[in-house]
């Protein structure tokens, strides 16, 4: 394949998109100093692969991007495009139907970066791979700059070898024999990662098979008790739904006596509230007899004393009479004198003996009066008692139907609570049952798992086998790469011993020539033209690509 054009857009001084086309026999490009000659050769370098600053002189990826300048604004990318035509020579196979090969490489400032093959995103590494395959590469020696001639010269034996080497095109096959053996290491160490997985997995297959069986045998057990207790708490159940019943019938009869006692306990209340107010009107009746006779009793307090004023006033008029008596008997002399006053006096004794008449019949009637209401205070007395007596009679009964209504209701109490424990004692039996269920269903979702467990295992062990299987394939198609290696480096030696028929000898070298080949004459034997072969079409091709090696 041969180089066609360089297309460069952003790259350094290139600012504009620039073209340069290689039309054949141009072989170099030349220009005064500052005219971007050292430019085109860091973006053929660059865009075949390479990766430090330094060597495309900058200190940063993004270095490479147009800069700006007075007039001109700095760019945000820089790409490069290598163009070949496809002669057929050394082209990998799967380019050989095209006529022309691109490969391109564009960076952005954002340091985002893009690679292309025939205009395609690719990876940097099937760019390095097609260069590889062709004999290209950013550090390759088809690239020679001006101090590189006398690093070549001054080279030792392993650099000049590695040289020689890549000119024959051998380094591609070095390059894939140590990607094949790094490729069969990394087999070999997934084989072994394999193998130890596949030990862990039969140890882990082995352990869940024992899991398994102890669950089932758990589950069998579990199941064996579930029944039990199921069977246990029917019994249970049954045995507390009789005594509820029982309870229940209990219950019913204290509430029908319950019922007759509160009816009876009513009537009785009534009963009560009736004497209640009859002790009210008693009680009423005794409190207007108390102040009758409280009245009563001031009039007979007053009659007395009126009766005392009246003795008193008696007693006077006896003892006036007695004096007037006296005086009679002393003024019997002075009885003329004093008929007149005899007269009023004896009238107003006649008064005074009709009103001590008066008075002595109003106090009989009084203390008649007297009598009589001391009798019906006595008599109201006895009745208020009897009342009393039949109010504390009808106090103890209603007392007494209290306490029974207590008692029942205490009983009605009780039993609803151990009603109500009876119940609760089904619901929580109820519940345990729900409970035993849902650990019975969860048991045989933990089996299913581990039912499904084994199957994935026995899938993963299926994959693990199916992808060694395919790393044994690519060990095997490695072995295969690598003896197509040996042999391509045996056919690439062999027809490297006929370029010296080719060539003729080695009259006609230059002064630097003849002194490398003394150089060399102790570490290979010969240039490389005497250890490569080429085929007669392939002459002029290489005496072009290789003029300062070949020396023909």
Known sequence: MKLKSITMHGFKSFADRVTVQYHDGITGVIGPNGSGK?????????????????????????????AGSQSRKPLSMAEVTLTFSNNGSRCPPEFLHLPEVSIGRRIYRSGEREYFL??????????????????????SYAIIQQDKRDRIIQASPDDLREILEETAGISIFKTRRKEAEKRLESTGEKLRNLGEIE??????????????????????????????????????IGFFRAKAKKLRDEIEAKNK????????????????????????EVTSQIKDLENVFDEKRLALTKLRERLGHIANRKAERIQFKANFSAEMNLERENLVR???????????????????????????????QLEEADESLQVERIRGEELRSEIRALEDSTKLLRSRNETALAAIERA?????????????????????????????VQLNQLSSGLESVASERAALDAELNILNEGVESAKAARDAAKERLLEVSTRASGLQKIVGGTDGLSDGAKLLREKLSNLVQGFVFEKVSVQREDEEALERALPELLEA
Do not use: Y
């Not at 057990?221 to 249970?236: C, F």
């Open 38 to 66: 050292s430019n085109i050769i860091d973006a053929v370098r660059w865009v075949m692969g390479e990766q430090t600053a330094k060597s495309l002189r900058a200190d940063d990826p993004t270095d490479i991007i147009f």
């Open 257 to 280: 006596e319950t019922q007759s006692q509160t009816i009876e306990a009513a009537q009785w209340e009534t009963e009560a509230n009736e004497l209640k107010a009859e002790q009210l």
């Open 416 to 444: 609803n609570h151990a009603l109500s424990r009876a119940d609760e004692q089904l619901r929580e039996f109820a519940n345990q049952r729900g409970q035993l269920a849902a650990d019975r269903r969860s048991l045989e």
């Open 199 to 236: 030990t862990e997995i039969t140890k882990q297959v082995e352990n869940l098979s024992e899991q398994v069986v102890k669950a089932q045998r758990k589950l069998e057990l579990q199941a064996e008790l579930r029944e039990k207790e199921i069977t246990v708490l029917s019994n249970r």
């Open 338 to 368: 004093e008929e007149n006053r005899h007269n009023e006096m004896l009238s107003s004794l006649e008064s005074a003996d009709e009103e001590l008449r008066k008075l002595d019949g109003e106090s009989e009637t009084l203390q008649f």
């Open 118 to 139: 025939n205009k395609e995103p690719c990876r940097l590494k099937d760019i390095v791979d097609f260069l590889m395959a062709i004999g290209l590469g950013s550090k």
